[in-house]
């Protein structure tokens, strides 16, 4: 005697079993069941199967069966079947080729809840082939009787129009037109289709613009008129002419509907559509304290807080000036029990945040990060520190020293993700800011002192604050230089076995910091370090660096390494198009050529590393020569763009606030090359009704 | 555009899926799981909304059991769908008199059906309790 599916329900919940070894017991049941050519245990089977994929079995080797299920004449029957195969027939199978057939009887058929069902798994499974042989049915569908069946046509229609965007053309208008049917199911199931294509495509249904206004006015139920609202905010974007339409209603709507969800849903419409208009803003402005303070009994109060957090961060993006009003609501939002909460302050402070209040809101921001129950945020409270340092090239920083002391801050909390960025900013803006650079050589050798803390997996922290104190170890003073080198030749380092790059960054700032002493003592510290580095450690780049450098050391004059104390500065990008090429440079050259090599007649390959017509076909006398380099001269006198090369050139960096002078001189140039590459904007496309446009567009 | 709706339970046990994107049945197994836990470490005094990879989930619990939705799209309105969840919850109970979990997991076809009453394609279409239960109570007919 076979179990039914509600043994197998009973049989799961009785506790002392054990329910894997039940589970597979059934399914093997299943399986045997499933073949058998009578209808009502194959639907028997089924049904197990059905419960069982709530656990997590697979059914799709059913599939055939599901379908012969299906098609039996009783109803009880064909329902299973068809629950069986909206839940597991896969989008691309094969089995749905034979199960059009089957759709198209029952679309057909003259029994309504058969249809209706029918239709239920058509949704979940309909690909592009069978939206196509379907799509004639369903429009004669549209004109059913019953009320039921057209409702569940038009809704869906949208997923056959996915499938198959030709078919839209042929049918849209007939679907169009069951907006102004009596039915309001219908008509909500039309609102629905439209509006989801309205998201693809907005310029195709705007013509059902005079019709959904109708419904708009009209409509009492709330769910139609949010996603009316939502409509319009689309169509909106495509046509102009409409906002002046909306803005009645949309007050009305706004002080007349009781219920919070509508009302946050026309507030961040008017927020999409009327960003300027003042009345609007004004009604807004009285509604926000309902939801950022509310105590309707019916809402819960941090749902209301949560709305009233996202209408905020639409009304900043507006107009900044509500920020300050709200600043402390933020903060205190900060702070909430609730993580999706916390989360919506952080985009908030995002935004908020100006120059003056930067300081603030980095100390609370990292007075929170070590707070425990920030864990889950941890992350996301550092990213937004480390995006408000570097918005905009550090755009509200006002005080670098305080900015470099808050980096190394971050760099204790130890978090992995974020170590790439952090030593980016902390390199880059030690680069770019002249003045800094004393400081930060200091505070980072203090950081350093603990060096065995920092280690993590690509140790990106220690290699940058390595390279500060190396590379701007001009601005140490004797005793900080001793302490300096003292520190980078402990033998702790080779025993604590960090990433590459840290070695790598090791040996080049042994090297830099000798290149500065200028002492014997530290020449003979420098060259032990190397030497136990190129043993030592055993990454081989590193090894070799060491080795490298060792015999630079040992070997060549102390004079000419001073090329090391040059400084090492950003450039602009545009600066390289600045610079003539010499005329020595052959710019025709070509040197990547697909026939590099050649196979010669016994298999061996002959390499080219030219070509012979590159060369020899210029011949020129001297006297043309000389006429040439005097012509090319001349070009470059009257070029604006060439600088002449002056003695003791520097290159000059990016603006600072302090290198204002001489930044400006550079953006003279610089913007004149820039405005021969900016392109006009694209004038807006306008749109036409064209229905023959594809819904998706290419 | 709804992705899925869910029905589980505190020991994370699905008594009702329902996915309208295609989804494997590992990736719904995992999903569940993940959700569920995510929900149950909440407390009654916070928001019914979360944020899962790229779904937005919107949850609420009645008894023993979990509704959970979740959605793909960008602007969402959670408060509407929170008060469709309620209107699901109170259809069923029409129609079973008093829903319990039981009850679900007994009629699972017809919860099933209840649900594809009210949403398709993953576009809430009816919410009138007497049009569906109509409809339920010709279904009971036919059988």
């Known amino acids: ?698 | 555009m709804i992705s899925f709706i869910l029905m589980v339970n505190k020991q994370g046990q699905t008594r009702l899926a329902q996915y309208y994107n295609y989804m494997t049945i590992s990736e719904r197994a995992t999903l569940e799981g993940e959700l569920v836990r995510k929900c149950l470490s909440r407390t009654e005094n916070q928001c019914s909304f979360l944020e899962h990879h790229q779904y937005k989930v919107i949850y609420r619990r009645y008894a023993s059991l979990y509704f959970i939705i979740g959605l793909e799209d960008e602007d969402v309105n959670e408060l509407s769908y929170l008060e469709f969840i309620h209107n699901l919850v109170e259809t069923l109970d029409k129609y079973f008199e008093n829903v319990c979990e039981l009850d679900i997991m007994f009629n699972i076809e017809k919860a099933h059906f209840v649900l594809d009453e009210m949403v398709m394609n993953g576009s809430i279409f009816e919410t009138n309790k007497a049009t569906i239960l109509s409809q339920i109570y010709a279904l009971d007919k036919a059988n």
């Open chain 1, 1 to 698: 005697m076979s179990k039914s599916a509600t043994d197998v329900i009973k049989g799961l919940r009785k506790g002392k079993i054990d329910r894997t070894a039940f589970l597979t017991t059934v399914y093997s049941e299943i399986r045997e069941e499933v073949k058998s050519p009578d209808l009502a245990t194959k639907t028997n089977a089924i049904r197990k199967l059905f419960i069982l994929a709530l656990e997590g079995y697979d059914m799709e080797w059913a599939s055939f069966h599901i379908l012969e299920v299906m098609s039996s004449q009783k109803f009880s029957q064909k329902h299973s079947g068809l629950l069986a195969a909206s839940q597991c027939f896969k989008p691309n199978s094969d089995i749905l080729f034979l199960a059009t057939n089957f759709f198209r009887r029952e679309l057909v058929a003259n029994n309504t809840i058969d249809t209706c069902i029918a239709i239920n798994t058509l949704a979940c499974i309909v690909n592009a082939d069978m939206s196509k042989e379907l799509l004639n049915d369903c429009v004669t569908l549209l004109n059913a009787s019953k009320p039921i069946l057209r409702k569940k046509v038009c809704v869906l229609f949208y997923k056959l129009f996915l499938q198959y965007p030709d078919g839209l053309v042929i049918c849209f208008e007939r679907l169009a037109e069951k907006l102004r049917d009596e039915s309001p199911g219908v008509v909500m199931g039309t609102v629905n289709t439209i509006y989801e294509l309205s998201r693809l495509n907005p310029a195709f249904v705007l013509f059902t613009a005079q019709a959904l206004y109708e419904i708009l006015n009209t409509t009492t139920n709330n769910f139609v008129l949010i996603k009316l609202i939502k409509l319009f905010v689309e169509l909106a974007k495509v046509e102009p002419r409409l906002l002046k339409k909306l803005s009645g209603p949309f007050i009305r709507i706004l002080t007349s509907n009781p219920a919070k969800s509508v009302e946050f849903e026309v507030i961040r419409a008017i927020c999409a559509v009327f960003p300027e208009s003042e009345d609007m803003l004004r009604i807004i402005l009285q509604k926000l304290p309902g939801f950022l303070d509310s105590h309707d009994p019916n809402c819960k109060f941090y749902i209301v807080k949560y709305l009233g957090l996202v209408v905020l961060h639409k009304l900043i993006q507006i107009n900044r000036d509500y920020a300050e009003e709200y600043r402390i609501f933020i903060m205190e939002a900060l702070q909430s029990k609730d993580v999706t909460i916390r989360l919506r302050a952080l985009e908030l402070i995002k935004i908020t945040t100006t120059n003056k209040s930067l300081i603030e809101t980095i100390k609370n921001l990292l007075i929170e990060v070590e707070k425990p129950i920030n864990a889950g945020i941890k992350e996301e409270l550092i990213s937004t520190c480390l995006y408000l340092l570097s918005l905009n090239q550090y755009e509200l920083v006002e005080d670098f020293k305080w900015m470099f002391e808050v980096l190394l801050q971050i760099v204790n909390f130890k978090t992995s993700i974020h170590e790439a960025q952090l030593s980016s900013i902390m390199l880059d803006v030690v680069l770019r800011v002249e003045e800094l650079r004393e400081e930060a050589c200091e505070l980072s050798l203090n950081a350093l002192e603990i060096f065995d803390t920092l280690k993590s997996e690509k140790c990106e922290a220690l290699t940058a604050l390595l390279f500060i104190i190396g590379e701007f170890s001009n601005y140490f003073s004797e005793g900080n230089l001793i302490k300096a080198l003292s520190l980078v030749t402990k033998p702790r380092w080779e025993l604590l076995n960090f990433h590459e790059s840290v070695y790598n960054a090791l040996s080049s700032c042994v090297f830099k910091i000798f290149i500065r002493a200028k002492e014997d003592g530290v020449f003979k510290a420098c060259v032990k370090k190397l030497e136990e580095n190129s043993v030592q450690i055993e990454h081989m780049e590193s090894q070799e660096r060491s080795l490298l450098y060792l015999n630079i050391l040992t070997t060549s004059d102390k004079e000419k390494l001073n090329f090391v104390l040059k400084p090492f500065l950003p450039i602009h990008p545009s600066a390289q198009s600045l610079i003539f090429p010499p005329d020595a440079l052959q710019q025709n050259f070509i040197v990547n050529d697909d026939e590099l090599f050649t196979t010669k007649s016994d298999g061996t390959l002959e390499y080219h590393y030219y070509r012979e017509e590159d060369f020899g076909d210029i011949q020129m006398t001297d006297q043309e020569k000389k006429a040439a380099k005097l012509k090319i001269k001349e070009k470059q006198m009257q070029d604006p763009y060439y600088i002449k090369p002056k003695k003791g050139k520097k290159k000059k960096g990016k603006k600072s606030k302090k290198l204002e002078g001489k930044v400006e001189e550079i953006k003279e140039t610089a913007e004149v090359v820039k405005e021969e590459e900016i392109k006009k904007p694209e004038a807006p496309k306008k749109y036409s009704v064209n229905r023959a446009e594809p819904l998706i567009p290419s």
